[in-house]
């Protein structure tokens, strides 16, 4: 089945630089998507990307889905501690007319204050 | 707009025993999905519905494994049998569809410990 690398697996970076993370597939994806889960908690949304190429912005966080539809990178710019987490992508297909999301292993972030 | 909302938040069951987790979507929102998520991984599809339709189930979904959204709004995860691999994050998300930038928006989880 389909799956997506993400690296890197986690990040130990002081507060106030700036991270970078990226995703790559094997397979085409129509929509980029970059979730973050806390401890205890659901995926939340961040960042949705519809169009190959597309470089979107949300705040400190700004993300771009590859020109080849199979990779997508989030950077989060002057860290802060409520950045920590883990932060994973997911890449959607359509199936029966509904869209299936397929996750990255995720990229554990934590900030050194 | 309460969200996602699932329940319980926490199950803790002896190996052999019966489950159910229930999961309210958004409301008006007329898709809905499950997602299981085991330690240091990403979620993985369960199974999806279209209203009150199952509309695809993935092969991670045994015949232990049941879901019902019987009137089209809340649904039910049900495991029988339970196993300690079943031991997992079960996650629900809920999407208003019909639209190329449908978003998934994710519960809090039910956080199934077999003993």
């Known amino acids: 089945g389909q799956q997506l690398n993400q690296s890197p697996q986690s990040m130990f970076i002081q507060e106030g630089e700036d991270v970078s993370m990226n995703c790559t597939s094997s397979?085409?994806?129509?929509?980029w998507l970059w979730y973050k889960q806390e401890p205890g908690e659901g995926p939340v949304l961040l960042i949705a990307?519809?169009?190959?190429?597309e470089l979107t912005s949300n705040g400190r966080l700004t993300a771009q889905f590859g020109i080849t539809r199979k990779d997508s990178f989030l950077n989060i710019s002057a860290s802060i501690p409520s950045d920590v987490g883990i932060y994973f992508c997911?890449?959607?297909?359509?199936?029966?007319?509904?869209?299936?999301?397929?996750f990255g292993q995720g990229t554990r972030l934590t900030i050194n204050p | 707009d309460t969200g996602v909302s699932q329940n319980p938040r926490h199950k803790i069951t002896k190996r052999g025993q019966n489950v159910t987790f229930r999961c309210d979507p958004i409301?008006?929102?007329?898709?809905l999905y499950w997602y299981r998520q085991t330690l240091g991984q990403g979620p993985e599809f369960l199974t999806y519905?279209?209203?009150?339709?199952?509309?695809?189930k993935s092969r991670l979904l045994s015949d232990r494994f049941s879901a019902e959204r019987p009137k089209g709004s809340f649904s039910t995860l049900e495991i029988q049998r339970t196993e300690q691999g079943d031991s997992a994050m079960y996650l629900c998300?809920?999407?208003?569809?019909?639209?190329?930038?449908?978003?998934?928006?994710f519960g809090p989880g039910t956080r199934l410990l077999v003993l």
């Open positions: 998300a809920s999407s208003l569809g019909a639209s190329p930038g449908e978003t998934q928006y």
């Open positions: 397979s085409i994806f129509n929509t």
């Open positions: 990307l519809y169009k190959a190429g």
């Open positions: 997911a890449g959607q297909l359509r199936i029966q007319g509904a869209q299936k999301l397929v």
């Open positions: 409301s008006e929102h007329n898709r």
């Open positions: 519905f279209q209203n009150e339709a199952q509309l695809e």
